[in-house]
């Protein structure tokens, strides 16, 4: 079916940058939406930033300024700038496919990766 697997995580101090990426595979004719989603630990998943096929993309307010999403459908490739890192975006980072259309016209609903941890040291 369609697998996304992220990398790019790790531990950065403070006020320091990272970039995640996200590649899906699979017999995939379009995704809708790929997006960025992060859980920290006790908290529930919240969204970061998602962007649809050719409409502007959408951030959490607390990321707003600092994260950049960006989007190559060509590769099924989707990208996370983080600049500006705060201890409080430490969490886990997992990539989020919505409604991917197969080349077989079979609709998969939402696909989610495995996850990426960031660390923010302070």
């Known amino acids: 079916q369609v697998q996304l697997v992220e990398s790019g995580g790790g531990l950065v101090q403070a006020g320091g940058s990272l970039r995640l990426s996200c590649a899906a595979s699979g017999s995939i004719f379009r995704i809708n939406a790929l997006g960025w989603y992060r859980q920290a630990p006790g908290k529930q998943r919240e969204l970061v930033a998602t962007m649809p096929s050719g409409t502007i993309p959408n951030y959490a307010d607390s990321v707003k300024g600092r994260f950049t999403i960006s989007r190559d459908s060509g590769k099924n490739m989707v990208y996370l700038q983080m600049n500006s890192l705060k201890p409080e975006d430490t969490a886990v980072y997992y990539c989020?496919?919505?409604?991917?259309?197969?080349?077989?016209?079979?609709?998969?609903?939402?696909?989610w990766g495995q996850g990426t941890l960031v660390t923010v040291s302070s």
């Open positions: 989020n496919a919505d409604r991917v259309v197969m080349l077989s016209s079979e609709i998969v609903l939402e696909v």
